[in-house]
């Protein structure tokens, strides 16, 4: 897949507070954290969310879900807890209070809107192992 890029200003993401480094008002950073881990075990609201993600967020899903250097299900995941929630990407940590069943559940989901997403734009589908992230250490 040819990646495709968009500048910061026109990220739907950034726009809805993903980047923010402080909680939402009158949040702390362990309730933030533990409202992403309750966020995640819904599946059902984490899968409604994840495609709100596709549907509203197409810049951000384009730069970022054609980045093969990225790990694009811990994208999805933080993005559809900014766009359900408000809470931004920094309070990511809540996924470690999940159990490994409760990481796989999420994992699963998250791919599962990714290859929707990947179906509509005409790409290839992953599976968990095939999506990981290319960084360098992972190509030599």
């Not at 200003?9 to 533990?34: L, N, S, V």
């Not at 951000?60 to 250097?69: P, R």
Request: with cysteine.
């Amino acid at each position: 897949m040819e990646r495709i890029y968009h500048r910061w200003e026109k990220w739907e993401c950034y726009k809805a507070g993903f980047f923010e480094e402080h909680p939402p008002k009158g949040m702390t950073t362990d309730e933030c954290q533990a409202k992403y881990a309750e966020f995640l075990r819904d599946i059902p609201t984490f899968k409604k969310a994840a495609y709100r993600v596709i549907d509203e967020w197409v810049n951000s899903c384009e730069h970022n879900l054609s980045n093969d250097t990225m790990n694009r299900i811990a994208w999805m995941g933080q993005s559809a807890m900014c766009i359900h929630t408000g809470i931004p990407a920094k309070y990511r940590g809540g996924y470690h209070l999940l159990t490994s069943e409760e990481q796989l559940r999420a994992d699963e989901t998250a791919l599962e809107v990714i290859n929707y997403w990947m179906f509509l734009h005409g790409h290839a589908q992953y599976t968990l192992e095939t999506i990981r992230s290319r960084t360098e250490a992972n190509l030599y």
